[in-house]
């Protein structure tokens, strides 16, 4: 079993920069596939982006494509998400996910451990 841990949120203002980080502890981080949902104040928590485990392939839902950027570093243990050019629409609480299938999914029912999310509040 892995243990997720996320920081790096915050407040700032529209065309700003944060750099989320997941820190995993358990388990190497390599035996999971990772990704980081959104979940904003009354909707439902949504696919931001995703990593195999190799780093080879990448998704990312198609708003943030061009802006957000996945990576991992399995000798750190650590998931990253680097988000430029915030927009207010980007306000939400991140969650990271791990998952145990080998397959890249969008769908949070496929992944298996959660962090307890980091809020990215972007300002107008």
């Known amino acids: 079993q892995v243990q997720l841990v996320e920081s790096g949120g915050g407040s700032v203002q529209a065309g700003g920069s944060l750099r989320l980080s997941c820190a995993a502890s358990g388990r190497t981080l390599s035996s999971y596939v990772m990704g980081w949902f959104r979940q904003a104040p009354g909707k439902e928590r949504e696919f931001v982006a995703a990593?195999?485990?190799?780093?080879?392939?990448?998704y990312y839902l198609d708003s943030v494509k061009g802006r957000f950027t996945i990576s991992r570093d399995n000798a750190k243990n650590t998931v990253y998400l680097q988000m430029n050019s915030l927009k207010p629409e980007d306000t939400a609480v991140y969650y990271c996910?791990?998952?145990?299938?080998?397959?890249?999914?969008?769908?949070?029912?496929?992944?298996?451990?959660w962090g307890q999310g980091t809020q990215v509040t972007v300002s107008s």
């Open positions: 990593v195999s485990r190799s780093t080879s392939i990448t």
């Open positions: 996910a791990a998952a145990v299938s080998y397959y890249v999914s969008r769908r949070a029912s496929e992944y298996d451990y």
